[in-house]
Each structure stands twice: as C-alpha cells, then as structure tokens.
C-alpha cells in the first residue's frame, strides 16, 4: 500500500506547485515575459496550457518505475522538443538518419488517433442515452436483453408493493449463487450499443448511432484545434481541469454508500505473495511506460510550442506526479463505488471489478444504476471520460497536423494550418468508419493490442540511443544547460545513459517473453487477424531502417563509411528555432557551428567564442536572410 499513499500525497504537493509556478509564464526565474518567442510558429499562450494539455492527454495509474524511468523520459522529449521549437519529424536534424524514428511516431499516432477517438464517440454515446429519467441499462426488460439476463435491481418497482419485494429478494439471492450472470448493463454494451457480430472478419451493418457520435467526436477535436496551440490551450482549462470536479463529486458520493470502505480495501491492499514475480515488475514498468504517453511523438510536440527557456525540467515533474495523484484518486473513486456493489450483491469486490471497455462501458454503468437519480450520476461519469479522452486526442491529432507544417515548411502552410487540421480529421473520421460497424470492437482492441505496445517500446529505446550515445549525451546535456541555465540534474544523467534504456529494453524483453494471443471475452482471434496485428506492429518500426538505409544513400561520400558517418551529423540548422537563442556553437551556421565536439573543449573555447559575439552581431546586420523550415530566420556571416 506504501506506493498508493506516496502518490496521494505527492498530489497534494502537485497541486500546491501549480499555484507557483504559473505566475512564472514558464519563464526561469529572472526571464521577462514575452509575447510569443516564434511569431511566425506560434507558442502556447501561457505554461498553464502546455501543462494542462499533457496532464489532460494522460489519466491512467502508474506506480511503480516512475522516478527511474517514467520522470526521467518524459523530461528527454519534453526537453527534445522544446529545444528545437519542432515536432516528431524536425528534430531529427540532431542525426538525420534516424528520421524514420518521427515517421514511426507518426504512424502509432495515427493508429491510435483513429481508435481512440472511436472510444471517445462511445461515451459521447452513453452520454446522449443518458438523458433520461431510466438508464437503459437498469432492467432486463428489453428488446435486446436475453433470457440470462438477471438485474441488480430486480424488476421495474415503479408500481411495486411490499408484496413483491419478496421477490426481488429471491433475486438478488439467485444472483448471488449464480456462478457467472449476465448483466443488463452486459447485455445493452454488448446487444444493443455494439450489437456484436460473431467475429472479427463479420463486419455486419455500419452502426449509425456510433457514426453518427464518431462524427461528433471529431467535428469537437476540430474546432477546438482550429487555432493549433492557440485554441487548444483555452480548452484544456476546462477538459484537463473539470474531471477533478467530477472525480471529487463521485468520490464524495462514494465514500457514503454502504459497502464502499470494503472497496476501497480492495483497492489498497497489496498482494505480497506477487512482489518477487518477475512478470509483475515487468507489467508495472509497461504501464507506467505506456499511461505517460513516451514515443508516440505527443510530448515533443506539445513542448516545441514553449518558449525556448521554459522550465521543462519543472513540468516533466508536475506532470507526471499530478498523472500519478490523479491515477490514485481515481482508483479511490471506481473501487468506492464498486464496494457499494458488491456489497449490494453479497458477492467479493473482485467479482464485480473489471478492467478495460468492461469497466468503463458495462460494470461501472451498472453499479451507478443504483445510485437515486443514476442518470445524474451517469452524466457526470461519462461527461468526465469524454473531456479525459479529448486532451489526449487534442495530443494526438496536433502531433500528426505539426508534422506536416513543420516539414513542409512554407510560410502558405503555415498561415493556412487550419486546412491541414481539417484534412487529417476527415482523413481519421474515414478511417474509423469500419471501427463502427458489427465487428468493429474486435478490431479496436486489436489495433490497441499490437499497433501501440511493442512499437512504442523500439521507438522509445532508438531515441534514447540516438541522443546518448550518436548525437552524444556531453553535448545535449550542454544543450539543457543553455536552455534551461542549469545542466540536467546527475539523477537525470544517470537515468538517460544508463537506467532508462536498461528498463526499457526489459520491457521490451517481457512484452516479447509474455506475448499471448489476443482474445475478447471468450472469443479468440484467428490467425490471419494476427497477422495484420503484427503488420500494424511492424508498420511503424519498419520506418526506422529503411529511412536510415535511405540517407546513408543519398549522403554525400565515396565509401559507405563516409556516408554512415556523414548521415549521422546533425543538420547544419540544428538547434534553436530563433536567432536570438542562437548562442556558443550556434552562434554561426557553418559546418564547424554544428560539428560535434567533446563538452572541455567547448569550455576552453567559451572564451574565444564570447569574443567573436561582437563581431558576429554587426556582421549580422548586413548578412542574408535565410527562412528556415522550422519558422526561423538565419543570418549566415562568414567563418572567422
């Protein structure tokens, strides 16, 4: 139970650190604040944004693992993007051959993008069915329930008497020695929301109430990034926020049901017998590896729109506590509530617990049917899960829309982004489409399964390798340290060079040791649906050796050592976005401004350099104009 109650606490913390920091503007101490930094790119509005925006794009537990890698990477992209001012494509100008790690973090973008948003259409679904003063779901006395299907409220008591009271005794008792029932809340998800077909290759009939929802879905992603950073940033006040609200309103109502101390008992009591077994650790570290959202591109992303001297070391730590604080609450709040339940039910917590769509979409849903004016409770919850499931999609769909602007580059794209946008959200709303029919849950789960678990794990390691130990961990360390004003802390070194990677690659070590087929209830899938899940798996890693093979190509020099060492220097405008932050080795844009050099030598040169600052200064005034594809303007002066 220790870590449940470390988070807890660190929540409290968090939530003391957010009142400070923000009057900063993301600004080190001492850094006036300014208007936007990159005019023509745009930067968040204020750090609250960027800081409500990742804390929204991520809300389920982590526990285990997160100081020594879960911290210790989100800060490496946070920092990756943001000292670049570029997305998951551009800053691969730090050693151009491993651009096909961006293109892969487009790809699991894209995949997630599209299913994503189809969870999101479901509960904007159940919202709408809602509005009612009966949840659908409450009795089994529907055209699309079975004979199996046994309530947790007995029948309709609308007209009821004391006499028949006795009967839904006599069935809560005939649930209670049930084996395995069948819920209505089962029973409407599966028969009616989904009316599932009998496997993943019947497609059957689109369904036009989720469509319809899906459409919806997007058409809210859309406008609420039509302004890119500028508009999201507003909204995240309110979607990254809200849920807290929600959180608490559920939680205070929980905690007074009868039944619910038994749930949360449930909730924190470890299993020790479990804490030696490896399979565990290695699910502890996939979770906390997957819930912050490392690989998929969102991170470097969302920090590239901060201002070059934000303080990104403070919001890795903000962010990735308050998801820890949050995680716990939340668990506070489902397991009260499923107490109640099963104390209702006179059956164990753990039987009425589930994980995934079942918990959100069928056991939840049911235990609120007994809560006085559920509707009112239902609202809330999956009012709740659509702003949670928007903030991460706004990460999303701006990763795959920054991308292009940033690679295409022009000033025409960049002032007409907003088409962009729109092309990539009727291109995901098409793309999901088949996720509506019959069969679509089959595929969902799929598409979660395979095209982003075991890619984000190769993504992840790839780029820890690129930087440490291509690019060089002596120079981004110097990189930080420019623009942060202090270098990474010596827990944060350790981490990048050594820790992170070695969890990392355990991870990916478990993930292939425990590999089982996917299943779906009782459902298995067949093989050939495998196959494509692993092609979808493959998709995105395939991206990073053909990309590198292409590059040494088309690199300049006679052998293939040549090339391979050509390929991996970084672009002669690598670094700051911005002139003004152009300092020390990017003070020129030479070849020899961006060659790579042990970090003592710099120093004995920090200097000379200072000397030639002046000079650069005026020369810079009579220099060329160059427009970079990042948004920026280089002067080119000649080498000393």
């Not at 509005?131 to 046994?150: E, G, K, R, S, V």
């Not at 164990?348 to 609120?368: I, K, Q, T, W």
Request: hydrophobic share 45%; net charge neutral; charged share 15%.
């Amino acid at each position: 139970g220790a870590p449940y109650a470390g988070c807890a606490v660190s929540l409290h913390h968090g939530i003391n650190v957010f009142v400070f920091v923000f009057v900063l503007n993301g600004a080190v101490p001492g850094e006036p604040v300014k208007k936007d930094e990159n005019s023509r790119r745009g930067n968040w509005g204020n750090q609250i944004e960027f800081v409500l925006t990742s804390v929204g794009a991520f809300m389920f537990p982590y526990f285990i693992m997160l100081v020594f890698c879960g911290i210790p990477l989100f800060f490496l992209e946070l920092s990756f993007g943001q000292f670049t001012s570029l997305g998951c494509l551009g800053v691969w100008k730090v050693s151009p051959m491993f651009k096909g790690v961006g293109y892969g973090m487009m790809v699991v973008s894209t995949y997630i993008g599209i299913y994503y948003n189809v969870v999101i259409c479901i509960a904007f679904y159940y919202f709408f069915m809602s509005m009612t003063n009966l949840l659908p779901w409450t009795y089994c006395n529907n055209p699309w329930n079975t004979p199996d299907c046994t309530g947790v409220v007995g029948t309709p008591l609308a007209n009821a008497t004391f006499a028949n009271v006795s009967a839904v005794v006599s069935g809560l008792t005939e649930i209670v020695n049930r084996t395995k029932r069948t819920s209505p809340s089962e029973e409407y998800w599966r028969n009616y929301v989904l009316n599932i077909s009998d496997g993943i290759g019947n497609f059957g009939e689109v369904r036009l109430p989720i469509l319809g929802c899906l459409a919806v879905s997007w058409v809210v992603v859309f406008l609420c990034l039509i302004r890119g950073v500028k508009s999201s940033g507003k909204v995240v006040y309110f979607t990254a926020t809200f849920p807290y609200v929600v959180l608490t309103i559920l939680f205070i109502r929980g905690i007074t049901l009868e039944g619910a101390i038994s749930g949360i008992k449930y909730y924190l009591t470890p299993q020790w017998e479990k804490i030696l077994d490896a399979k565990v650790w290695g699910d502890a570290a996939s979770q906390i590896f997957y819930s912050l959202g490392c690989a998929w591109g969102g991170l470097i992303t969302m920090a590239s729109y901060n201002k070059f001297h934000n303080n990104c070391f403070r919001d890795s730590i903000i962010i990735s506590v308050t998801n820890c604080g949050t995680s716990v609450y939340a668990g506070f709040v489902i397991f009260s509530i499923l107490g109640f339940m099963a104390n209702h039910l006179g059956v164990d917590v753990s039987e009425v617990a589930d994980h995934g769509p079942g918990l959100a979409f069928v056991a939840y849903p049911e235990a609120l049917t007994l809560l006085p004016i559920s509707p009112l409770w239902s609202l809330l919850f999956f009012f709740m899960l659509i702003l949670l499931g928007l903030g991460t999609q706004f990460c999303l769909l701006e990763t795959l829309v920054t991308a292009v602007v940033d690679e295409i580059g022009t000033d025409w794209i960049i002032k007409n982004k907003t088409y962009v946008t729109l092309g990539v959200a009727i291109v995901g709303f098409l793309l999901g489409v088949p996720l509506t029919t019959r069969a679509g849950i089959y595929w969902l789960l799929l598409m979660d399964n395979y095209a982003a678990s075991f890619s984000l794990v190769v993504i992840s390691c790839i780029m820890c390798i690129c930087i440490m130990y291509v690019y060089g961990h002596k120079n981004y360390f110097k990189d930080v340290e420019m623009m942060l004003g202090f270098p990474p802390p010596l827990f944060f070194r350790i981490c990048w060079k050594y820790v992170s990677p070695f969890i990392i690659t355990f991870i990916l070590i478990f993930t292939v040791i425990q590999y089982k087929p996917i299943t779906y209830n009782d459902y298995v899938y067949p093989s050939w649906s495998l196959i494509i899940g692993f092609a979808m798996a493959l998709s995105s890693v395939i991206c990073i050796p053909i990309y590198a093979l292409f590059k040494i190509a088309v690199s300049e020099g006679s052998t293939f050592l040549e090339r391979l060492k050509n390929s991996v220097k970084p672009d002669p405008d690598w670094g700051p976005a911005l002139q003004e932050h152009r300092k020390g080795r990017y003070a020129t844009t030479g070849p020899e401004s961006v060659e790579v050099r042990p970090l003592k030598e710099e120093l004995k040169d920090e200097g000379k350099e200072k000397l030639k600052e002046k000079e650069t200064e005026k020369k810079d005034e009579i220099g060329l104009t160059i427009p970079g594809s990042n948004g920026s303007t280089l002067n080119p002066t000649p080498s000393a």
